[in-house]
């Protein structure tokens, strides 16, 4: 039965039609009112018919896949319905544009595409814990808001990795269509194993994430070729151009960064958003000796929140600054570190909502101070640190109670593991003098917690050792 035509006016159960937003092969885009709720909200109308037409359980495996992921850097799908044999989605208005129609415009400022890239991450990474690979990541699929927000879209390629969870208990996962040759994606931002219809992990979506970065910094694309076919081939066969040979001014750790996420062998990538956005964390930490920056250029996402700029601002600072970092604290000499004495643990962080990880962040730190005390390093008790007060920052922690250094890090729940990313900083000068990251079964987290807790002891002392 061929669907009846869609026009404004029309009303879809509890939704009356606005305005068509967009339209293409897959099916098109409505701005709607949600007269039950009283909201805007976007209706998705898929295809059925044409070479463009989608099956009606790709609309729920993308409702499924999103709305999978609470997080403020993916959009919220609310409802799948039908109305005369056409099925549609109901999901969250985003008042913005597309980051394609931002990348028609001048070149985006570096600070601004910092900010972007960091909350592209952010809503990457929390599908990549759960599991969920996009598998069509383009700047047609990133959204800015007009308050500053990323937000990403389009979950209808998403595939599931088989993660005993329970999380996704009676999901059924993506077609095998990559697995049998089949390329699913879009062609200009495929992986290499994607371009080859090959099994796809996560590691994919950082190649594509690295095409997007690259394009926003140099406002083009690393494989550029007169048709989608040669790009594909380029995409498999040719070396994009160093992101600093193209633009003079992007920070060398970013074109480093960008080069890693383009590694044609995904074992040499990052391995998921994860470990890329850790990258930008690890940054982060580095700016707590005190360096200062001022935005670059104006910023161009309408009505964006100061703190947001400041954000941006000091990324450049990160990463204008991690080069540099890296090479010292790899020196043989020693002179980098300065001797470290005694130490405090720091309450480690958890993604809200977490609560896997909540279990094994609660007690580790004191479960590493009776590790560190046996391993014969001077540590503060933790209930010292705790009478200080979940705000209290490591600088502060160290002047209070007389210490060298402070041990503070992140636990999160990667599928049926945690990782725990653990780091010592020097409290007089605020450097990140160590750190490492750590992987254990999720499935017991009190055996957990002592595991990591004597890795990160053994590594530590290992470390403040070879400091003196």
């Known amino acids: 039965m061929e669907a009846a035509e ?47 037409a989608s099956p009606p359980h790709a609309l729920l495996r993308e409702a499924r896949a999103a709305s999978a992921l609470n997080h403020p850097n993916i959009i919220t799908i609310f409802e799948v319905g039908e109305s005369a044999g056409r099925p549609y989605l109901a999901m969250e208005f985003v008042d913005g544009e ?28 929390a599908a990549h814990r759960h599991g969920i690979i996009h598998r069509d990541l ?32 009676g999901y059924s996962t993506a077609s095998g269509s990559t697995e049998s040759g089949a390329i699913v994606g879009t062609l200009a ?17 950082v190649f594509s994430f690295g095409i997007v970065l690259y394009e926003m910094v140099s406002d083009e694309h690393p494989f550029r070729a007169e048709s989608a076919m040669d790009t594909v081939s380029a995409i498999l066969t040719r070396e994009p151009r160093p992101l600093g040979a193209r ?43 005190g360096t200062s920056a001022t935005v670059v250029g104006p910023s161009v996402i309408r009505h964006k929140p100061r703190w947001m700029q400041a954000v941006g601002a000091t990324l450049i600072a990160l990463l204008l600054g991690l080069a540099g970092r890296r090479y010292r604290s790899s020196s043989q000499d020693g002179t980098f570190f300065a001797p470290v004495r005694s130490v405090a643990v ?40 705790t009478e200080l007060g979940a705000s209290a920052r490591g600088r502060d922690v160290g002047a209070q109670l007389g210490v060298d250094g402070v041990i503070e890090g992140t636990v999160r729940t990667y599928g049926t ?39 990160i002891s053994r590594e ?7 400091s003196k």
């Open 6 to 52: 869609i026009i404004a006016g029309q009303r879809i159960g509890q939704y009356l039609l606005l305005e068509k937003l967009g339209a293409a092969g897959v099916g098109e885009v409505w701005k709607a009112r949600d007269v039950r709720l009283k909201r805007i909200v976007a209706l998705k109308f898929l295809s059925l018919t044409g070479s463009g």
């Open 138 to 169: 383009k700047p047609e699929n990133i959204f800015l808001r007009m308050d500053g927000y990323v937000k990403l879209l389009d979950f209808g390629l998403a595939k599931i990795l088989p993660w005993d969870d329970g999380r996704m208990a």
């Open 346 to 385: 720091m309450n480690f962080r958890v993604e809200a909502g977490d609560q896997q990880a909540q279990l094994l962040a609660q007690d580790l730190p004191e479960e590493l101070t009776n590790a560190l005390s046996k391993a014969g390093i001077q540590v503060a008790a933790h209930s010292s640190v």
């Open 189 to 205: 931002y495929l992986s290499p194993e994607q371009a080859r219809g090959h099994s796809v992990t996560l590691a994919s979506d």
């Open 247 to 289: 633009v003079s001014a992007a920070p060398p750790a970013l074109g480093a960064i960008c080069a890693r996420a383009l590694e044609k062998d995904a074992s040499k990538r990052y391995a998921s958003a994860i470990d890329l956005r850790e990258e930008f964390k690890r940054a982060l930490a580095a700016s707590s000796s």
């Open 417 to 455: 593991r945690f990782k725990v990313n653990a780091e010592l900083m020097d409290v007089q000068t605020g450097l990140q003098k160590w750190s490492s990251s750590f992987t254990v079964d999720a499935g017991d987290p009190l055996s957990g917690e002592q595991k990591v807790a004597g890795d």
């Open 460 to 466: 530590l002392r290992a470390a403040i050792r070879s």
């Open 98 to 125: 597309t980051l394609r129609a931002r990348l028609k415009r001048p070149p985006v400022p570096l600070d601004e595409t910092l900010e972007i890239a960091a909350q592209i991450l952010e809503g990457l990474a």
